[in-house]
């Protein structure tokens, strides 16, 4: 599977704001949306923000207002600018790539993980 390229974190006091980015090595065939999950320690795995091919988006309810996420299709990037960060949203980001293929049917594409930590 093709792996995405994630760039972007870091150690940020309450409050302050943090930009991630993404970036696919190339083209992806079928590809439908981008985003960003997130997973803290002992916790499951959730989608963050994402964004269709058409720009239509989705963000979970605790980041409402504080993040936002930005799509270039032809670059096959995605960003999240997070802002008014609090100590909740420590976690490991994921970027994420989902794809729609005729013959392999659905499936995703995902990056490393990049570590965010609020602390005072």
């Known amino acids: 599977q093709v792996q995405l390229v994630e760039s972007g974190g870091g150690l940020v006091q309450p409050g302050g704001s943090l930009r991630l980015s993404c970036a696919a090595p190339?083209?992806?065939?079928?590809?439908?949306?981008m985003g960003w999950y997130r997973q803290a320690p002992g916790k499951q795995r959730e989608l963050v923000a994402s964004?269709?091919?058409?720009?239509?988006?989705t963000y979970v309810d605790s980041v409402k207002g504080r993040f936002t996420i930005s799509r270039d299709n032809a670059k096959n990037t995605v960003d999240l600018q997070m802002n008014s960060l609090k100590s909740e949203d420590t976690a490991v980001y994921f970027c994420?790539?989902?794809?729609?293929?005729?013959?392999?049917?659905?499936?995703?594409?995902w990056g490393q993980g990049t570590q965010v930590t609020v602390s005072s």
């Open positions: 964004q269709t091919n058409d720009g239509s988006t």
């Open positions: 994420n790539a989902a794809y729609s293929r005729l013959i392999l049917g659905d499936g995703n594409y």
């Open positions: 190339g083209s992806i065939a079928g590809l439908k949306s």
